[in-house]
């Protein structure tokens, strides 16, 4: 087993933080992460928006869905990473869109999300996807333009507290060979 599967699997969702700064160097290991994500085509449709202004992640968490678990991680942790989405970019070609599944931005700031969180996680932090939250109040308060969509608020800082993993599917339950 690589050191990237145990990564993997010892990747937590976290939603208690320690009171504890991130410094900058580690910071910079999590957002080189995504610097360095894969993309439809190269395009890199990513912005993130960093988060430290206590004031601010207050706003932030106003935005959040009631009764979302993750809504005191935003406050509470050290640094919230909003990952935004230019559009029609990913998944066009020639301004055209050339899937089925139209913008591919969802896409791209999943493979730049996982990335991020496995970053944060090898500097011995600890993250949460937050996805439940009014995104055009987000883009407000952040000053997003309307070129772009806030996909996704990653808070991120030392865990207070780790749970254990979750039970998962057995690789049988999902995996198929040649056809559905």
């Known amino acids: 087993m690589t ?19 991130i410094p900058d160097e580690a910071l910079n290991r999590v957002l080189e992460a995504v610097r360095w994500s894969p993309s439809w085509a190269n395009t890199q449709c990513w912005e993130v928006v ?4 206590p004031a601010m992640k207050e706003k932030l968490q106003e935005t959040i869905a009631p009764k979302n678990p993750a809504t005191k991680a935003i406050t509470g942790a050290p640094a919230v990473l909003a990952l935004c989405g230019k ?8 301004d055209q869109v050339t899937t089925k ?8 700031l999943g493979l730049a999300t996982q990335s991020l969180c496995l970053a944060a996680h090898d ?7 937050v996805g439940l939250f009014d995104q ?32 998962r599917r057995e690789i049988g ?3 198929h060979y040649d056809k559905f």
């Open 3 to 21: 050191d990237l599967t145990e990564t993997i699997k010892e990747r937590r969702s976290i939603r208690k933080y320690e009171d504890k700064p």
């Open 50 to 53: 960093v988060v430290k202004d």
């Open 87 to 94: 559009l029609g970019v990913s998944g066009y070609y020639k």
């Open 101 to 108: 599944f139209g913008d591919w931005f969802l896409f791209d």
């Open 123 to 129: 500097q011995g932090m600890g993250t949460v996807i």
């Open 136 to 167: 055009d109040k987000a883009r407000e308060v952040l000053g997003v333009p309307d070129t772009h969509e806030v996909a996704v608020l990653i808070p991120v800082g030392y865990p207070a507290k780790v749970s254990s993993a979750p039970k």
């Open 173 to 175: 339950e999902f995996t």
